[in-house]
């Protein structure tokens, strides 16, 4: 319950702070759990959208084997026009 009430005050407060920080707003907050090690259920009660898994390789692989263990990608939207903002072209 902690995690999850923590996680909603943060979506709350993320877009003005990060607006007056960079000058803009994000529309979508992103993390990476590693599933091996834990399973992601404060992210599910707070209502994040789990998307899928990593392959397990980092960005600094040019390998294509993986060297990592593999993470859950799990997205929260922070406005109701998230999908429209995403996908327009600028």
């Known amino acids: 319950n902690l995690a999850s009430h923590i996680l909603g005050k943060i979506s709350k407060r993320l877009r003005v702070d990060w607006n007056i920080t960079y000058?803009?707003?994000p529309v979508l907050m992103e993390t990476f759990?590693?599933?091996?090690?834990?399973?992601?259920?404060?992210?599910?009660?707070?209502n994040w959208l789990k998307l899928g898994q990593t392959t397990g390789r980092t960005k600094w692989n040019s390998s294509k084997k993986a060297i990592s263990n593999k993470k859950d990608l799990w997205?929260?939207?922070l406005c109701s026009e998230h999908i429209?903002?995403?996908l327009s072209k600028k």
């Open 33 to 46: 759990v590693d599933s091996e090690k834990y399973t992601g259920h404060c992210y599910l009660t707070a």
């Open 84 to 86: 429209k903002v995403l």
């Open 75 to 77: 997205v929260y939207p």
């Open 23 to 25: 000058g803009y707003k």
